[in-house]
């Protein structure tokens, strides 16, 4: 699988919008990029994924740069329960439905 | 409806003795995953299975894990013997191949088994 790098930590004070960076320099034609989230003491819950297009649901937006080498998962009001580490993954399209996670990002919210 | 569910949620035993963990996953789904989590090395997949039988064990860290999935509605991550470097917490997920192999169906976790082998 392609590999993600993503920023260790970020913080947003709480009901701003949030911008999550992904790089994915070497992502292939087929691979789907996913986003998960870890809040403390859970398993990791699934946000978002697209292909090429902006893809929009009730937790977030996706931002898929037209080149695919990066994308931003955007949470358009921050709130304390937004808390987590944001995870950015690249599925490849025949994969077999397994994924791998990077280190992610932290992200703080600030009352 | 009822999410991935683990048992036991929190496990503390001692070097060399056998551990057992279990999963159920959501009804209905055909993939199995098992993870591992730990602060050096985050999270990390074990192996998962397909319709039952396990597809990629190439996470699998040595012969002392063994994991299998012996109907659709439970599998099991074995740890014999026990070492401390094992303590971790352990994450089951689930998902469903609706639409196809590669249908991009999201994977659901269940709360995880926190590990401490003493």
């Known amino acids: 699988d392609a590999k993600t790098t993503q920023p260790n930590s970020m913080e947003s004070n709480e009901e701003e919008p949030v911008h999550l960076p992904c790089n994915h320099s070497?992502?292939?034609?087929?691979?789907?990029i996913h986003w998960y989230r870890q809040l403390p003491s859970q398993g990791p819950e699934y946000v978002i994924h697209?292909?090429?297009s902006n893809v929009n649901n009730r937790m977030a937006s996706l931002a898929i740069a037209e080149d695919r080498k990066s994308s931003t998962l955007i949470l358009h009001r921050a709130t304390l329960r937004d808390a987590a580490v944001y995870y950015c993954?690249?599925?490849?399209?025949?994969?077999?439905?397994?994924?791998?996670f990077g280190t992610g990002t932290s992200l703080t919210v600030i009352p | 409806d009822a999410g991935v569910i683990q048992s036991p949620r929190h496990e503390v035993t001692e070097m060399g003795q056998e551990v057992t963990l279990r999963c159920k996953p959501i009804?209905?789904?055909?993939?199995l995953f098992w993870y591992r989590q730990t602060m050096m090395r985050g999270l990390e997949l074990l192996i998962y299975?397909?319709?039952?039988?396990?597809?990629?064990d190439s996470g699998m860290p040595e012969d002392r894990f063994s994991a299998k999935m012996p109907n659709a509605s439970f599998s099991t991550l074995k740890i014999q013997p026990s070492e401390p470097r094992d303590s971790a917490v352990y994450f089951c997920?689930?998902?469903?191949?609706?639409?196809?192999?590669?249908?991009?169906?999201?994977?659901?976790f269940g709360d995880g088994t926190r590990l401490s082998i003493l």
């Open positions: 993954i690249l599925r490849a399209f025949l994969g077999g439905n397994q994924f791998y």
């Open positions: 009804s209905g789904h055909d993939y």
């Open positions: 070497t992502i292939s034609g087929t691979d789907y």
């Open positions: 997920a689930s998902s469903s191949s609706l639409g196809g192999a590669d249908s991009n169906q999201p994977q659901h």
């Open positions: 299975f397909n319709n039952n039988v396990p597809i990629d």
């Open positions: 697209g292909l090429t």
